[in-house]
């Protein structure tokens, strides 16, 4: 017989806000995402961008990053983690953490 404790994970404040506010988690850890039209988007609790091009955006928000693919695509502000993208948005993609360099599977 095993003696080993089970380890529980303590839920994060945003996931205890989130379950008693009934609101999705990644809001109350500061990430919104906002289209506006198909040829603007705003994204709100942005860390870092990764990748940035006229075809392809990749940015940090939360714990995930999201990858805006399109045409034409600008980022039109960009001010204390809030991003406006602007452009032909073909799609947008949640990507887990990988970003970067780091190869998708």
């Known amino acids: 017989m095993s003696n080993k404790k089970s380890i529980h994970k303590r839920p994060t404040f945003a996931e205890l806000m989130s379950t008693l506010a009934d609101i ?5 850890d500061g990430m919104t995402l906002e ?13 870092e961008i990764y ?8 940015i940090l928000q ?5 990858c805006v693919v399109g045409r034409r695509l600008t980022m039109t502000s960009y001010s204390e ?3 406006t993208v602007g452009g032909e948005i073909d799609s947008i993609d949640f990507c887990g953490g990988l970003c970067g360099g780091e190869e998708e599977k």
């Not at 999705?24 to 109350?28: C, G, L, R």
């Not at 939360?62 to 999201?66: F, L, P």
């Open 51 to 58: 990748e940035y091009s006229r075809e392809r955006i990749r």
């Open 24 to 28: 999705p988690a990644d809001i109350t």
């Open 62 to 66: 939360g714990r995930c990053a999201v």
């Open 81 to 83: 983690g809030r991003i």
């Open 35 to 47: 289209m506006r039209g198909r040829n603007e988007l705003l994204l709100c609790g942005c860390r």
